[in-house]
T-cell receptor, first 113, second 110 residues
Framework: KAGVTQTPRYLIKTRGQQVTLSCSPI?????VSWYQQTPGQGLQFLFE???????NKGNFPGRFSGRQFSNSRSEMNVSTLELGDSALYLC????????????FGSGTRLTVV | GQNIDQPTEMTATEGAIVQINCTYQ??????LFWYQQHAGEAPTFLSY????GLEEKGRFSSFLSRSKGYSYLLLKELQMKDSASYLC???????????FGPGTRLSVLP
């Protein structure tokens, strides 16, 4: 079966712009989580969605938002991009809750210039 | 609050055994995960411990002590391809909140 698919793989944006990243979970997986990974901070939890509802949210500013569609696909949006938003954004899916085990996508590498 | 600690870097020789430790403090606890991440790639699941004790999977084993808030990942017969970052993660009581440690970068030398 197909894995977790994230698009695009690479993205370059300018400060002040906004960006939308997409994640298609493994078929049947209803929980989708987003993480930001930077060399200095490691994996930082952004939010988790289940059945189109945000169940948990990490400590990120309101510029970071997300949503999940009825087919479990998820998008995250970052508005008013800052240089510090440059990171690898990883999406992970699981059957019902993360403690069933995550499967990660390959990530979207965002560079803000 | 939640806090996970693991060594930043470790070096070992091909064919040797290495133990990567992880200590955690979480407001609730529902399980401890280990992931492997090669440079530029996504993390991949290695193991999950929810009860005390040792779980063995081939060359990799993971141990958990809930009373001590401690886990370790044991890698035997190290191979060059084991050079990667190893991430420890704890989930809360509801299994929905995940906290990852900073990761341990393991370098396997010939």
């Amino acid at each position: 079966k197909a894995g977790v698919t994230q698009t695009p793989r690479y993205l370059i944006k300018t400060r002040g712009q906004q960006v939308t990243l997409s994640c298609s979970p493994i078929s049947g997986h209803r929980s989708v989580s987003w993480y930001q990974q930077t060399p200095g901070q490691g994996l930082q939890f952004l939010f988790e969605y289940f059945s189109e509802t945000q169940r948990n949210k990490g400590n990120f500013p309101g510029r970071f938002s997300g949503r999940q569609f009825s087919n479990s696909r998820s998008e995250m949006n970052v508005s008013t991009l800052e240089l510090g938003d440059s990171a690898l954004y990883l999406c992970a899916s699981s059957l019902a809750a993360p403690n069933y085990g995550y499967t990660f996508g390959s990530g979207t590498r965002l560079t803000v210039v | 609050g939640q806090n996970i600690d693991q060594p930043t870097e470790m070096t070992a020789t091909e064919g040797a055994i290495v133990q990567i430790n992880c200590t955690y403090q979480t407001s609730g606890f529902n399980g401890l995960f280990w992931y492997q991440q090669h440079a530029g790639e996504a993390p991949t699941f290695l193991s999950y411990n929810v009860l005390d004790g040792l779980e063995e999977k081939g060359r990799f084993s993971s141990f958990l002590s809930r009373s001590k808030g401690y886990s370790y990942l044991l890698l035997k017969e190290l191979q060059m391809k084991d050079s990667a970052s190893y991430l420890c993660a704890a989930s809360d009581n509801y299994g929905q909140n995940f906290v990852f440690g900073p990761g341990t970068r393991l370098s396997v030398l010939p």
